[in-house]
Each structure stands twice: as C-alpha cells, then as structure tokens.
DNA sequence: CTGTTAGCGCCTTCAC
DNA sequence: GTGAAGGCGCTAACAG
C-alpha cells in the first residue's frame, strides 16, 4: 500500500530527502517539539505525511543511543503458568506502556543460570528499570543492575540488594487459617486437623506463611498438630506424594488442608481423585493463590488471592524515587475472592 | 562488589583506558573474534579481566546500531490466561534464546488499537522477527512489518498479510466429536444430543472447529442436532447465559458438551455449580485447550492440547528461509491427553 | 599483533 | 524557520 522502499526501513534522511527539509526539522516535527521552534505547520505537515506513506519508524537504537534512554522496561518472572504470575505479567505490561515504556517480560524457568543471563541481556538492551519476580536469590541480579546503574526491584521473594515489594504472606496465612479452624469448629472437627502442605522450608514466603499459621491458633491459645507443617516443595507430584504418605499412615486424610502454592493443590487434586469420592469430598482446603477451576471441586474451596495491582504500582512508585541504597520491604496486603477481579477481567472476544 | 564507576556504566573506552589498550582490541575481545586477528592471549585475558571488574556489558543498542541487528525477537499475545498462550510464551522465549535472540513478548488484550501500538513499539526496537499470535486481524500488523522489512508470521489465527502456522482445528474437532459421540452411545445416548458452545461464528478457528464437528457426523452417516451449535462469544458469562437459556427450555442440560474453549469451560462449571450435583454429573463434556484442574471436576472430560512446541518450531523455521511473498497456512496436528507434557515439566521449586 | 578511523540513525546545539 | 555538525557506543576495514 504505502510506497515504501520495501525491505529497507526509513530514516528520518528519507524523510528529509522527499520533503526537501532538513533531517533536523524532520526530527524535531517527528518528536512534536516542532511547535516550540516556530516550524511552519504546512512545513510540520508534509513531513508527518511523508513519514506515514514511507512507513517511517523510529529507531529507538540510534534515539535510545543518542539520549540514552531506551524506552524498555524490563521483568523477569520463573513463568506464566499461575494466576499470579500471569497477572504480573499483564498488570506490569499495561503500567509499563501506559507510562510510555515498552515492556519486556521474560521467564526463566526459576533457573539460577538462566536468571543471570536474561538479567545480563536486559541490562545489555538497556532497560530503563527492572523488575525481579519470584526469583529464589535475587541478590546476585540486584548486583548486576546497581553495576549498570538500573534501578531494580524485588518483586514477590524479597532481596538484600535492593527494594522489594511482595504480599503480606504472614497476615493473609492468619487470615486463611482464621477461617480454616472456624470451618472446622463449625463443623466439630478438631483445629489441630489442619495441615499445611508445600513449599520450602528455609524459603521466605514459607516461613511467613508458617508464622501466620502459627499466630492463628495462638490467639486462639490452641496448638497446631505436632505434624501439622509439610514442606514438601512446591511441585504437584511431590504433594501428593506427601498426602499420599500421610493417608497411608493415618487411615484417611487430615479434614483440613492449607496450601501453600496451587501447584501443591493439583498435586492433592490428583491424589484425591484416586480415592473413592465419599473419602475426600468433606475436605475443607485453603490455597495461596487461585484458579478459575479450583472453585468448583468438589471441595471447600477458600482461596487467598494477591494483589498484583498493588504490587506493580508500589514497585513502579518506588522507581520514581529511586535510591541505590533502598532496602526497604513494602508489604502489600491479600484478600479473598474475587476483590482483585478488575486485574483479570475478560473481554467480549476471548479464550 | 567489583570496582564499577557506580551509576554510569561503562563502556569500551572505559575497559581500553583501564587495560591501555585500543578500542578495537578491546572489541574483538569480547567479540570473541580476537583469535582470528592474532591478538595476544596475555592482552586477551587482561581486557576480559578488567570488563569484568567493571561490570562491563555490551550495549546492544550501540552495536545493533553498527550491525543494524538488534538481537530481539517479539511476539505478540492477547494475554498469558491460559495454558494455550501461556506454553506459547513460554516455548517462544525458549527458542529465541536458543538462537541467541532475547524474546520479548507482549500481551495485548486482544485491544486492536493496542495490537497496532505495540506492534509499532516492537518495530522501532528493531526486532529481528515478530510472531502475532491470537490476533483477529493480523493484516494491518503484517502490512506494518513488511513495510518495515521485518520477517512476521502468524500464529493460531492465519491472515493473509504473512505465513501462517495454526493448529488443525478441523481435524482436532473431528477427533475430539467422535471420542464424544463414542461415549454417548456407549451410554446408550443419542450422538445427537451433542452441542458445540461457544466461540464466534465468523471466525477462522470456529469455523474449521464447526467443519470437524460436522465432518464426524457425516463420516458415520448421521446429522447433528439443528441446533447443535452455539457460537455464543467466547467469554465465560456468555457460556454460562447460553446454558442456562437452554436448560430452561429442554429442562435439563445436553447429555454430550463440546466446548470451543478453556473460558467456555468455565462458563459451564459455573452454570452446572448453580445445580443439583445429580442433574450434571454424567455430562461428557470435550474441551478445545485443557488446564489442569479441570481433568478432575466430576465430569467425564476430554481435552485436546495443540502443540506449542510444533507450532513455535515451524513459525522459527519460517523465518528462517523467510520469503515476503510467501503466504503459506500450516497446520500443526493436535493431539489428547498429556502427549506434549514436556512443554510444561515443573521444576523441584517450582509453583 | 594493535591502533586509527569512519560511520550506523538520531537528536541537540548553534549558526545562518 | 532551517541547515550543518558533533557525538552516543560499537564494529569493520585499514593502516601501521
């Protein structure tokens, strides 16, 4: 359609060339600051024409070289696979272009050695900030960005080498588990059947989520199960492989289950499926994280949602004012159901 | 750590001062292409020496500005919602990094004026190669490229501005409608009690979806219902409006589901929650895409997987041989069950 | 074996 | 109002 020199893209010289201006005017009319040096308008129109029907683009290289702004804002994350993750992802894709930043995203897996190289790549591409998100050791990336001068924040899994911002895991732990025993009361279940399964022991988001579990029943001077407290990972397989332990040991399955990831959900799901359905299907189950699905298992279903708004806002907030020597945590609070819908709305063309 | 000139970094000229050496030493250097030109191994490891205590890093910018290649690759989605494009991204980014590209991808809503921005904001980033995958309309991004000279393919839904690799739907469809129409008559059901709901009527992937449902029919020499086919949008809402519409007509829901997507899906769980649990527990329910949970609601459910990994592979092996004329469609076989697990493996932390 | 130089495409300053 | 010139960081000739 437009007659463009096919295969080459246009310069800014092209430009100039087919409307006889000069490459500065054609810079400073493409830039819109055309307006501050008295450019004629006919002048300022006939480029901006031009520039349409050559397809012309700028090459953010040579203007990200000249300025020394990129415009890219970067963000790791282990992989899209969860709500949470996904949602991330998106929010800080919208955040990002609405702040006129082009978003770049990249999953890692949660492989140490592919976190340092997709960090060392972003940083090579010149991002302008960048996000870390659900990384074990973020350290080791938070030295690479201050080396480079990029400001970086930890997102999810806090780090000592820069700020970071992620989900009050020890008030939303107490809140679910508050609402875990009261179902189990209600019901005339003992609280001390309640079990918390997946994740890893020695991990930040685990232990927070432990002490929450473990402030419930205090405030309510009652103990947990001596055995109460599984870290099994965080996989599925290795879930049900602990329920499946525990259902051999004890005859049946404990009437109240918290877990620690979705992913230790499926893997009790699947565990589950393989009894006969009047064995489980009194379960009460609580989950950090949601899915769609999950809601309509045969279960009790409650399930802690973050805020993956809050997150990305607070975490763009703190770039604004960025300081190297920041350390500080921000927490941001949980909920239940559907409060953080907007995040995840669909629209009328969708799957 | 390393002794960097905090906040700025550093540059060739920084390493050559530092080493005494010339720029162009230095840049064959970390090019790697120093052995070719003879440079002393001594010189060589003091220079690779001295980056690293600086924190040097390539700017990409700079050199994709001398070799006019950028080292990016992109890829468009509408977002990371499902397993679907969630597993596209996933293996995208997998594949570009392989190639020694950095992938970035961008979700977009499926917001048309989006689309356009991004796919601008990409092109002025100079990506190498740009993947669209899920767009409605792909012409005017294709148009936007190939004005630019970009190499483009698209993925899951075909145009006609660029190469197209999308999964067989008719023949996934065929599949999937004569597993259902198997388990309805081996229940003694009428195969014509089988509806497909959801998706658009006027779109690639329903329409070839409507062809193999169709075709199943024929092949055994008997017609589906006239009102067998729903395409009533793709949102869960609208799934769910459609069922109840006609639960409340017929009194009861179909025996067989076919469902054109994982939202769909969901808009049927939703609806068949609101019921007694013996109205809808013998549905056969077909599903296009799958999510892991939803193998294990009490349904009798089917789901057909499109291989992500096929279709990222022929997509990158267009590129390759890439031709701006071509406008080949091909067609990646999908397949049931867990036979492209290896797409999605979890990692021992994972969650 | 190593240093010098000329741009890649763009933006900004400074003359005209 | 507009044109010429310099330089962002890097690489590929081409000289030493």
Redesign the pocket.
Known sequence: MASTNQGRKS???DV?KAT??????V??V??G?WAR????EE?ANRILESARELG????M???G????RSGLAGMVVPHYRNRFFAGLAQTFEDQARSRGLCPIVVGTQRDPAVEVSVTETLLSQRVELLFIAGVRNPTPLNELCSAAGVPCINLDLPGDGAPSVVSDNRAGARAITDVLIDKLLARGEAPDDLVLLGGVADEYATEMRIAGFRDAFEARKIAPSPDAIECCGYNAAAAKQALARRYEKHGRLPTGLLLNSITAFEGTVQFTATLPPDVWKAAIVGCFDWDPFAAYLPFDVTMLRQDVQGIIAEAFALTEKYDPQDRSLILVPTAFGKQFEEAEQTKEFDR
Do not use: H, W
């Not at 006889?20 to 005017?25: E, P, V």
């Not at 070289?65 to 020394?68: A, E, K, T, Y």
């Open positions: 310069t800014i010289y100039a006889g201006a000069s490459t500065a005017t810079s400073m493409l830039n600051t040096y008295r450019i004629k002048t012309y683009n700028v090459n290289k040579a203007r070289l000249r300025l020394s």
